[in-house]
């Protein structure tokens, strides 16, 4: 019997513990990103805004949903990308209290401005991962790679994103 008091003890007393360390994980959140974009075989610059929203579901794992918006100064052999519109999913582990790894994979739709011919849309896959860091139980900042495949054989891209960003 004293055995079986202890361990609903420990479990009681660790429960919260798990909870308190994915806390700054979990909720809604958004925030602003930026960094370096390859499309097309052509460098530029991303910027632009994450929304999205993660809940615990086992101590320590997180998992959420995300959309970004995004534009892109990528040019060159007369295509431009342009708007960038993703949806994904997102699963996370709490690597410290205040370190979360995630991986993500979703639905991308990007505008490509094609010179002398208008543009086309074309959807691909997205997917990746990175680290989000807790500066405050509020705010965070994050590092990326993600990569993005698209329709039609035209090929992928590939981001390295940093971004910044408050929770509610």
């Known amino acids: 019997m004293r055995i079986a008091l202890a361990a609903v003890a420990a479990i009681a007393i660790a429960a919260p513990a798990f909870a308190q360390d994915a806390a700054p994980f979990t909720g ?41 918006f995004e534009d892109s100064t990528a040019k060159g052999a007369g295509i431009h990308a342009s708007r960038d519109v993703a949806i994904s999913g997102r699963v996370g582990y709490v690597l410290t209290p205040k370190l979360l790894g995630f ?28 680290l989000e860091y807790s500066v405050t139980p509020r705010t965070y900042i994050s590092a990326e790679y993600r990569r993005t495949e698209y329709e039609n054989n035209f090929g992928g891209r590939d981001a390295a994103i940093a971004g910044f960003g408050v929770r509610f």
């Open 103 to 130: 991986a993500k994979v979703g639905y991308d739709t990007t505008r490509f401005d094609i010179a002398g011919a208008g543009h086309t849309n074309l959807e691909g896959v997205r997917y990746g991962g990175g």
């Open 28 to 68: 809604a959140r958004i925030g602003a990103t930026l960094g370096w974009d390859k499309a097309h075989g052509q460098d530029g610059f991303t910027y632009g805004g994450a929304i999205g929203y993660d809940k615990l579901v086992a101590p320590k794992i997180t998992v959420g949903a995300e959309a970004t």
